[in-house]
């Protein structure tokens, strides 16, 4: 069974920089990761993705050229670099593991496989 967990957040001031962990255990060789985010009220959408190798990788609009996500297996753990940080940015961060789609435009989640962490909180103040 996998299990993900989150770690790194915090409070951070607009124009900051925060990177989030994440180690997975018991994820099978070639499981892409990734990272969601859900605001209160909001929907959890994903914010960055990474395959096995970190060939592929997936950002919405909103984070590009500001978020880079990359992993190291050796380690079991993915990391999330967070710079230029803005107050929509707020929002509760969730570790994913083993996903239903990655292409550099979809990710997406698996209702049956994707094992998710507890999330840890991320807040931007203005």
């Known amino acids: 069974q996998v299990q993900v967990e989150e770690s790194g957040g915090g409070l951070v001031q607009a124009g900051g920089s925060l990177r989030l962990s994440c180690t997975a255990s018991g994820l099978p060789f070639g499981k892409a990761m990734a990272w969601f985010r859900q605001a209160p009220g909001g929907e959890r959408e994903a914010v960055a993705c990474i395959d096995w190798h970190g060939y592929t990788t997936y950002y919405p609009n909103s984070v590009k050229g500001r978020f880079t996500v990359s992993r190291d297996n050796a380690k079991n753990t993915m990391y999330l670099q967070m710079n230029s940080l803005k107050p929509e940015d707020t929002a509760t961060y969730y570790c994913?593991?083993?996903?239903?789609?990655?292409?550099?435009?979809?990710?997406?989640?698996?209702?049956?496989?994707?094992?998710w962490g507890q999330g840890t909180q991320v807040t931007v103040s203005s």
């Open positions: 994913a593991a083993d996903l239903a789609i990655l292409t550099m435009f979809v990710c997406q989640a698996s209702q049956d496989r994707t094992a």
